[in-house]
């Protein structure tokens, strides 16, 4: 969970364990290959018309889940929207992507831990 951001990055509710992972796995493990991308906005609005009780931030937690307990292999998000890769390139170049925004935010971090020594 993130600070200040308790409702949108908390444990997946039963609701959105039981119900929604399997929906949204159904939807988007058939999207293989980049053309076939599929936007936050689209799914949740497409889940709305069926009934679905879903936010966009709680999708991304939900994305969050299958990828980290490996349901769904190679899944994707550029800004393109969410996908599954095609190849293992397309994989390392995502992990590789990943890796560089890990620097950024460690490096952001480092510098504010700095900076608390001026408080």
Do not use: H
């Amino acid at each position: 969970m993130i600070t200040g951001f308790d409702a949108e990055t908390g444990p997946l509710t039963p609701y959105e364990e039981l119900t929604l992972v399997p929906v949204v796995i159904a939807g988007l493990k058939v999207k293989v290959g980049k053309e076939r991308a599929v936007k936050n906005g689209y799914i949740c609005d497409t889940l709305r018309k069926k009934g679905y009780d879903i936010t966009e931030a709680r999708l991304r937690k939900i994305i969050n889940f299958i990828r980290t307990a490996n349901l769904i292999t190679g899944l994707i998000a550029t800004s393109s929207g969410y996908y599954v890769a095609s190849s293992r390139k397309e994989m390392r170049d995502y992990a590789d992507s990943l890796l560089g925004r890990e620097m950024a935010i460690r490096q952001v971090r480092e510098s504010i831990e700095a900076q608390m020594a001026y408080y």
